[in-house]
């Protein structure tokens, strides 16, 4: 490949290191789009635990029967409102949101941060081989 051309080895290395770090955004990515489309639309069950740094977590029924458990995303709540129990929210086996949005502003957003990356990693390389 003549975007080689005039790279150290070292330079060829973080090249393809780079390349493949930008798995990880699309990965989130796809996990959001797949989260998207596969969620299902549900209450919390029993009670929802927040910490001081609004990380929450609780329970939540799907519609097959089964029960959903762990983290719950774009919940800010305070200890005084914590005993709030049938909260909205979209969800999978083990995990959900309180908007499904969300979900899909982040993968846009993922995507189009992997892409920014793919140019500017193949347009850094390419100048530094000329």
């Known amino acids: 490949m003549s975007i080689f051309k005039g790279l150290n080895w070292w330079q060829r290395v973080v090249f393809v290191a780079c390349l493949c770090a930008l798995a990880l955004p699309l990965w989130f990515a796809a996990r959001n789009v797949h989260r998207f489309v596969d969620g299902d639309r549900t209450i919390t ?21 089964h029960q959903g ?15 709030v129990t049938g ?36 347009s850094v390389a390419w100048f530094k081989s000329r």
């Not at 029993?46 to 799907?62: A, Q």
């Not at 458990?69 to 005993?83: C, H, P, S, T, V």
Request: net charge negative; proline share 1%.
């Open 87 to 122: 909260i909205r929210l979209f969800a999978g086996r083990d995990w959900a949101v309180t908007e499904r949005s969300d979900l899909a502003y982040h993968a846009a957003y993922e995507f189009a941060a992997a892409a920014i990356g793919a140019a500017l990693i193949v």
């Open 45 to 65: 069950e029993g009670y929802v635990h927040c910490e001081s740094n609004d990380r929450c977590t609780g329970t939540w029924r799907l519609p097959d029967g």
């Open 69 to 83: 458990r762990g983290k719950i995303a774009g919940l800010a709540f305070e200890y005084d409102e914590e005993q």
